[in-house]
């Protein structure tokens, strides 16, 4: 489980305003909330908070100066265009307790080259400690053929974590190929004095099945 000591600071000016100067600085405008406390606002530097949240379900000690804070990212809001940090609600946790959280699942193995493997989900959601979440969960798929799939239940979950998702949920489908018809156009030029030689039109067809 990774685990990211953070600097933040106590904010006192918000709305648009605000939160575009602190972005022009350099830092992330977030919130604080959870365990029944007043939500705390506050800024984080951007290149720091941007490289944490890279790792799924990162956890963070924010220091306050006064008072640490340990949280997960709740949402994450990005400029659309640039992708930028915009926006980050964090959650508070207790090391101890038990979280619910979405986990991404990885596969390996070899399986049919005839089939196109599609990931239905790339993550479950499951209960865990919240100092022992793992970055990313196992799902055999060694010999899958074509048309099979893997679910839920059969994800390797290590010791502690319990299964919320659907057990029967697809999180694997290795779909059949199709066969795709390719057309390739043709013109016959005829010669001097014949016929063009074209497919027979439909009503050519009909008068030769009455024959």
Do not use: C, W
């Amino acid at each position: 489980m990774a685990e990211v000591s953070i600097k933040g600071a106590l904010r006192s000016e918000f709305g648009k305003g605000a939160s575009r100067r602190i972005r022009r600085d350099g830092s992330v405008p977030a919130v604080i909330y959870g365990h029944g406390e007043k939500p705390i606002h506050i800024s984080l530097p951007a290149r720091e908070v941007g490289v944490a949240i890279k790792t799924p379900n990162v956890l963070l000690n924010v220091d306050l100066g006064e008072k640490q804070e340990l949280v997960l990212p709740k949402s994450i809001v990005r400029n659309p265009i640039k992708g930028t940090l915009e926006h980050i609600d964090l959650i508070i946790v207790r090391r101890g307790e038990r979280v619910v959280v979405h986990v991404p699942v990885h596969a390996h193995g070899k399986y049919d080259p005839e089939g196109i493997l599609e990931h239905v989900h790339n993550t479950i959601e499951v209960e865990v400690d919240v100092t022992s979440i793992p970055a990313s969960l196992d799902l055999d798929i060694e010999g899958l053929m074509a048309g099979d799939s893997k679910s839920a239940s059969e994800v390797t979950l290590p010791e502690g974590v319990i299964l919320k998702s659907d057990p029967k949920m697809t999180v694997i489908h290795l779909s059949i190929r199709a066969a795709i018809e390719e057309v390739v156009p043709v013109e016959v030029i005829p010669a001097e004095g014949e016929a063009a030689a074209t497919a027979p039109a439909e009503g050519v067809a009909a008068e030769e099945s009455k024959e």
